[in-house]
């Protein structure tokens, strides 16, 4: 079946850089964008970019433009997503999620980031 | 870009029909057909309800269901039942490949 799973907990300074990876697999990785969503605790979820894996081309958040890069390795079904000058604020459990249809359909299990001084 | 707008809270006694609406603008919600709403259970990753406005994906029950109008979409449950207790987000693409979500509506079951 399809399946997103993603890298461990994370523990960053401020001012650290963060990458959560997020492996595919049940379907051709290169047929589905691949977007990235966080939650921070008791908080809504937030849409922070997305990839065409096929193409490499992203899209991001104005939010977080310049602050998040969204990668891939195709040879091994990986979507990554680097977070840089990390502040308390980035506090948050990030999800890859893949587009099959025109939603998030399948999403991973989610990576906490913690930002502690 | 800013948040949809979701009541916070919503309530209903098991067998009732609840409705959630989610607030855009033209930019979002109601320029496109694009609205998909998700449940999440504490402690679990969102669940995909609807999309494409009243598009059902497989494996998800009838008695969930999408509507719009204008700026504003609609999740709507009938048959309440103890385990569609959770928060639910709507969601609505905005333009130029972003997305917005909604800040989310906790549902209780009474």
């Known amino acids: 079946q399809v399946q997103l799973v993603q890298s461990g907990a994370e523990v960053k300074k401020p001012g650290a850089s963060v990458k959560v990876s997020c492996k595919a697999s049940?379907?051709?990785?290169?047929?589905?964008?691949i977007n990235w969503v966080r939650q921070a605790t008791g908080q809504g979820l937030e849409w922070m970019g997305w990839?065409?894996?096929?193409?490499?081309?992203?899209g991001y958040a104005q939010k977080f433009q310049g602050r998040v890069t969204i990668t891939r390795n195709t040879s091994i079904s990986t979507a990554y997503m680097e977070l840089s000058s990390l502040r308390s604020e980035d506090t948050a459990v990030y999800y890859c999620?893949?587009?099959?249809?025109?939603?998030?359909?399948?999403w991973g299990q989610g990576t906490m980031v913690t930002v502690s001084s | 870009q800013s948040a949809l707008t979701q009541p916070a809270s919503v309530s209903g006694s098991p067998g009732q029909s609840i409705t959630i609406s989610c607030t855009g603008t033209?930019?979002?919600?109601?320029?496109?057909?694009?609205v998909s709403w998700y449940q999440q259970h504490p402690g679990k990753a969102p669940k995909l309800m609807i999309y494409d406005v009243s598009k059902r994906p497989s494996g998800v029950s009838n008695r969930f269901s999408g509507s719009k109008s204008g700026n504003t979409a609609s999740l709507t449950i009938s048959g309440l039942q103890a385990e569609d207790e959770a928060d639910y987000y709507c969601c609505s693409y905005a333009g130029s490949s972003t997305w917005v979500f909604g800040g989310g509506t906790k549902l209780t079951v009474l």
């Open positions: 999620v893949c587009t099959v249809t025109t939603a998030f359909d399948i």
């Open positions: 990839m065409n894996p096929n193409s490499g081309n992203t």
């Open positions: 049940g379907y051709t990785f290169t047929s589905y964008d």
């Open positions: 033209s930019s979002d919600v109601g320029g496109y057909n694009y």
